[in-house]
């Protein structure tokens, strides 16, 4: 048996393997040995790393092809510079070669071969007829249960949406079974209408079994019988004069029309779709599948892959393999963007019906609404190709227009940027936000709470000082930085020790769901959108996250970037090439001019507004060594990237500020006082209505609170004052 190693590297070649052939010409003569039977080969490279697992109904004619000396394709000199073995496995037919190829490629995750991520970003519903008051259940795979599987919905979102419509249009059930047979009274739901409640009460079997064909017509987008059959029964119950029933199927009926007017319909006929649309260029390449569900578009998948340097019509029998070697749900028809070669499509087709238990088949239409679907995910593939590959090319454009604009030490791969937030120098904190290689790495973010001059600045003490705070917080960096690299002195071990006690703390976002893909649905309408569930994973750098970045900014002016470098050089880190990148970025700002014996004069600082003799200070970027600040061209990408890095910067730290001040706010003037614990505070703010009252309580009125004896009163009345 073959182990599933996905996730992992490749594995190691078979011990003492070595290569059989050193050159194409050896290359050639294995090629001359191979079966002409069905079957699967493995094309190794010259350390015995499996690169390219294929199928062939006949396996010497299908690999003789990529060395015949007659293919010009780029990849062919390629093979015969790489490969040092071709290995075959003989099977009895094209489908259990299909079979075999799709189990290799998982154990080996060759190279050229299309990988895709694995079943748990697919999201189905189950409905299974069959059980005791059938409920809908979001789950991640679908079965050969006997239950009915709807989707796959490709956004978490939409599928939240569904069931939000079906719970609140279609009384069924929503608890588990095991709620359901031992609970004793029922749940919310149905008191705000929603549910029967067969779990206590007696329900109409017949009733509900309708609601359940109800809900099925709705996940299988047959609205207009669903639409026909609710109106005939809204129709039936004012002709038995139950009209009460009759009003509850209108508003079910309007309501069902409502949320249907917004789904988008992109062709004809009640077939289920899937539409392939591919996009490349050299060895990217782009897939896009459409979901088309009886001519309504309920969703895509968008795939990236790099360094395919086959041709196409076997990278798309591989992306098609991968694909549906997981997929929870098998269509009527795939669409293809081009044809398959003729040893793959039989054995696919047939591979594809064994699995859905139906007829399948794989079209490359010419004409027609399907041609039209099928140009449709084409653009997509197209625009998703670009608008990936431009986030990659502007993100490397801007890091290198930074380092030359602003004279950087290295190309600015790991930058982090400080800011201090406070409210007239109250509940100061500062924040710490990482962008590696022009995106944000949240999980590296880190959030300060100030500690301020004296080492003990309590929560809601005042400390009104930006200089003093942004140089304690970048000593508190640097000297883990430092730490990480070994390089601990006195002064390094002093801060690492305020550190420890500033308890410092990590804030990561839980939403990573990025660069939703946005689906053209045509040229004239470019606004609708269908949400792509693909999260793309953030690449974290490995090692210490606390390891010293390529450039720091901090978000002020001459005087804050004054304070950190002192502060740089008291621990030990150099400036440039042998340490860290430091600059300062200062907000743009609108200044007044005031205008004297036809000199110029700057007078005051940021005006009201944009009026007369007023003058717009742009960004500018002070580095240390230069008197004169760097102005950044307006509208170019590096000021784009450092001004949004200063931004995200100022949101992280208000985030922060907001709630270590909501906290204080939360808290009374009883928990400073010794003695006074939670219970009493609670008791003496029942008895006397609050901080008030308790403050113009007598001492006599003070001791008639069980826990409060003569001194503690006395303390009280300290504290708090006299009324």
């Given amino acids: 048996m073959i182990a599933d190693r996905r996730g992992e590297g490749p594995p190691p070649p078979p011990p003492g393997w070595t290569p059989r052939a050193r050159s194409a010409e050896e290359l050639c003569a294995l090629v001359e ?15 015995g790393v499996v690169v390219y697992v294929g199928k062939a109904n006949k396996l010497r004619a299908r690999v003789r092809q990529y060395f015949s000396g007659h293919d010009t394709r ?12 071709i290995e075959t496995v003989v099977t009895s037919n094209d489908k259990e070669a299909l079979l075999l190829e799709n189990t290799l490629i998982k154990a080996h995750r060759p190279r050229f071969n299309v990988k895709l991520r694995d079943d748990k970003q697919f999201l189905v519903l189950r409905l299974d007829p069959r059980a005791q008051w059938p409920r809908l259940e979001l789950v991640r795979r679908s079965g050969s249960d006997g239950a009915r599987y709807f989707g796959p919905y490709t956004s978490a979102v939409s599928v939240r949406h569904t069931l939000r419509v079906v719970n609140r249009h279609f009384k069924l059930r929503t608890c588990t ?19 029967p409640a067969p779990c206590v009460y007696e329900v109409d079997a017949a009733a509900y079994e309708r609601q359940v064909r109800e809900v099925g017509l709705f996940l299988d987008g047959r609205h ?25 199927l209108r508003d079910r009926l309007q309501a069902l029309e409502t949320s249907l007017v917004g789904q988008r319909v992109v062709g004809g006929g009640d077939a289920d779709q899937d539409v392939i649309g591919t996009y490349r260029e050299g060895g990217q390449v782009e897939f896009v599948v459409l979901h088309v569900r009886r001519g309504a578009l309920v969703g895509t998948r968008s795939y990236s892959q790099r360094g395919m340097e086959l041709p196409d019509a076997e990278v798309l029998h591989s992306f098609l393999a991968a694909y549906y070697a997981d997929a929870p749900w098998i269509p009527d028809e795939v669409i293809l963007p081009a044809p398959l070669c003729e040893d793959d499509m039989g054995p696919l087709v047939a591979w594809l019906r064994e699995m859905s238990g139906r007829k399948t088949a794989l079209l490359v239409p010419e004409r027609g609404d399907r041609h039209k679907l099928a140009l449709l995910a084409r653009r997509n593939a197209a625009a998703n190709f670009v608008a990936r590959r431009d986030r990659r090319q502007d993100s490397a454009l801007a890091l290198a227009q930074l380092q030359s604009r602003l004279a950087l030490s290295r190309l600015p791969r790991v930058i982090e940027c400080f800011d201090i937030s406070h409210i007239q120098g109250s509940d100061p904190v500062a924040s710490m936000v990482v962008f590696v290689d022009g995106a944000p790495a949240k999980r590296r973010y880190r959030s300060f709470k100030i500690q301020g001059l004296g080492g003990e600045l309590a929560q809601g003490s005042v400390q009104n000082d930006d200089f003093a705070s942004m140089a304690e ?33 990590k804030d990561v976002s839980k939403d990573m769901v990025d660069d939703a893909a946005e689906v053209v649905i045509d040229d004239d309408d470019d606004d609708d959108e269908v949400e792509d569930a ?9 090692g210490d996250p606390w390891a010293l970045p390529d450039l720091i900014v901090i978000d002020g002016g001459k005087g804050q970037l004054s304070r950190v470098v002192a502060m740089m050089k008291q621990l030990g880190v150099s400036i440039g090439a042998e340490g860290v990148d430091v600059v300062a970025l200062a907000k743009e700002r609108l200044i007044k001019e005031a205008r004297a014996g036809g000199g110029r004069g700057r007078a005051g ?29 307006p509208g170019s990408s590096e000021l784009f990237l450092i001004t949004r890095l200063r931004d995200e910067a ?17 808290k009374s003037e009883l928990d400073a006082i010794v003695g006074v614990g939670p219970a009493l505070r609670k008791a003496l703010l029942k008895r006397f209505g609050g901080v008030a009252g308790v403050r113009a309580a007598t001492p006599e009125e003070l001791l008639t609170v069980q826990g409060v004896g003569a001194r503690l009163a006395a303390r009280i009345r300290e504290a708090l004052g006299s009324g």
Avoid at 177 to 195: A, E, K, M, N, V
Avoid at 229 to 245: G, K, T, Y
Avoid at 650 to 666: D, N, P, S, V, Y
Wanted: hydrophobic share 40%; glycine share 8%; aromatic share 4%.
């Fill in 74 to 85: 780029s990849f062919v000199p390629l093979l015969g510079r790489l490969l040092g073995d």
């Fill in 650 to 666: 100022h949101r992280f730290a208000i985030t922060h500020h907001r709630k270590r001040r909501g906290k204080r706010a939360l």
């Fill in 177 to 195: 079974d095991y709620t359901l047979h031992h609970r004793s009274r029922p749940c919310l739901q149905h008191q705000i209408g929603r549910c």
């Fill in 473 to 505: 917080v970048l000593g508190r960096r640097l000297a883990r930085g430092l730490a990480a690299r070994g390089e601990v002195s006195e002064l390094v071990g002093d801060a690492l020790e305020e550190a420890a006690a500033a308890d410092l703390h």
């Fill in 605 to 633: 600082a940021a005006a009201e507004g944009a009026g007369e003799g007023a003058e717009l200070r742009p960004e500018r970027v002070f580095s240390p060594g230069l008197r004169e600040p760097i102005v950044l061209r």
């Fill in 534 to 542: 693909l999260e793309e994973e953030e690449e974290e750098e490995e």
């Fill in 224 to 248: 207009h019988e669903l639409l026909r059959e609710v109106r005939a029964a809204m129709e039936d119950a004012a002709a038995r004069l139950d009209f009460e029933q009759a009003a509850r």
């Fill in 33 to 47: 040995l191979l079966p002409e039977s069905p079957g699967v080969y493995l094309m190794r490279d010259r350390r």
